[in-house]
Each structure stands twice: as C-alpha cells, then as structure tokens.
C-alpha cells in the first residue's frame, strides 16, 4: 500500500508542531519534525567544537554520522541550539545529508500508513510529490505572543518585544537563504492559523479526508 505524506511548512512559531500532532492523533499517521534533525546535528556540532564557517570540518563530521534521531528532546530545545541549527541550515551539503535521512527513516518503516512531516522545505524541496502539502500563516505579532505565553506559563523569563524581533530575523533567514528559503510550495493550501485553533483545523479537515 502507498505511504501517505502530509507536508507542514511554514515560519518559525507558526503552529506546525501543534497542527502535525493533530492530524498525527487524529488520522493515525506519523509525525516526524525535520527541525530536530537540524538541532541534533547542532548539539554535535558544539559538543564536538566544530568550526562552523569552516565547511571542510563540517563535511568530515558528516562522514562520520550514520543517522540521527527524530525524539523529541528538552536538551535540543535551548537559544544555543537554535542559533547553531539556523547557521548551519544554509549550507547546502547540511540539507542534503538531513533530507536522505528522512528518505531513508520513511523508506525503511514500509510498515507504517503515512506521514506528516513539518519544516521550512518538506512540501518544496524534500517530498514534492507529497499527497497534501500545507503552508502555515500567522502574523509575527501573534505569533510572538503566543511564544511569549508559551515561555510565561513554563515559568520562563521573557521580553515580547526581544521575541517579536527574534522571530522577524528568522523570517527574513528563513526567506532569503540561497538553499532551500522557506517559500509557499508549488500546491500547497495556505492555512491562516491567525485564530482559534478550531478554525485551523476546519480549514485542514476536508483536505486530509480528500486524501484518505
Ligand atoms: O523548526 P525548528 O526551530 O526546530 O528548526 C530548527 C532550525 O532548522 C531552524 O533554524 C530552521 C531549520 N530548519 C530548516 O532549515 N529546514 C527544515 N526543514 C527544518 C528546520
């Protein structure tokens, strides 16, 4: 039977993770978030002490990675590991080597009814030929809020306006790199995720249930 994939792209606090766990409970599919490959590889690279500008170091360390993990993990989660994660997400060879590794994991588990994958380039670089893709859109200043709320209510410290200028820089990385820029992918159905999470999902339900 043919694996189904569902992409999630979409700017960064924009809701991917909470919209892929949904579909992931509600339709049985798997949910696999392509940003924690990029943080493992970042929690290496600043253990091992790797120069990130120095490209040849980076290609060795590579070689001597056979996978990495998709589990979630509280330890990948801090501002180190997303600053190292988005530096060394430009590189082109980096990507390259992250994306066989999701080729390989959905290859390998034959076994499994379908995918939902989120990211920067799932629906425009890495599964082009996915069943549904979907982009994600919110605001940045509803975005920030609701990161700001997030990191209150964990008992965290944290500034609106430092938060609302961190994830307008990241757009603009994400947008403008040369490899891969999150852009809308060609078919996929633009979300507004500026509302109720209720509304989200009305708007995603009869895309999915057209694919089942
Ligand atoms: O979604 P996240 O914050 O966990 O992603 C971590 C970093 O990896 C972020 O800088 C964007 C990058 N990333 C990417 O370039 N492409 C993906 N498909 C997923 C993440």
């Known amino acids: 039977m043919k694996q189904i994939i569902i992409t999630i792209d979409g700017p960064a606090a924009s809701g991917k993770e909470k919209i892929s766990k949904y ?23 600043l253990k091992d002490k790797i120069n990130l500008k120095n490209k040849n170091q980076i290609k ?25 994660a ?27 009814l379908g ?8 629906g425009s670089v890495v599964f082009k030929k996915a ?16 990161r700001y709320k997030q990191l209150i209510d964990s008992g965290e410290k944290s500034i609106y306006q430092k938060i609302l200028k961190d994830i307008k820089l990241r757009d603009i990385k994400d947008k403008t790199r040369k490899e891969s820029p999150l852009v ?20 995603i339900k009869s895309f999915i249930t057209n694919i089942l």
């Open 23 to 45: 579909i992931s409970n509600k339709w049985k599919l798997k949910h696999l978030d392509s940003g924690i490959l990029y943080r493992r590889l970042a929690l290496i690279f």
């Open 60 to 84: 060795k360390k590579l070689n001597e990675i056979e996978n990495l993990s998709f589990r979630k993990s509280k330890v990948i989660r801090n501002q180190e590991i997303s600053k190292v």
């Open 86 to 112: 988005s530096e060394i997400a430009v590189y082109s060879f980096v990507r390259i080597f992250i994306n066989k590794l999701q080729f390989k994991f959905v290859k390998k588990n034959k076994n499994i």
């Open 115 to 122: 995918f939902v994958i989120d990211g920067r380039d799932i």
């Open 131 to 146: 069943d549904l893709k979907l982009y994600i859109e919110v605001n940045p200043e509803i975005r920030a809020k609701r």
């Open 184 to 203: 809308i992918p060609k078919g996929a159905h633009v979300i507004n995720n500026n509302g109720s999470f209720l509304n989200t999902v009305k708007q």
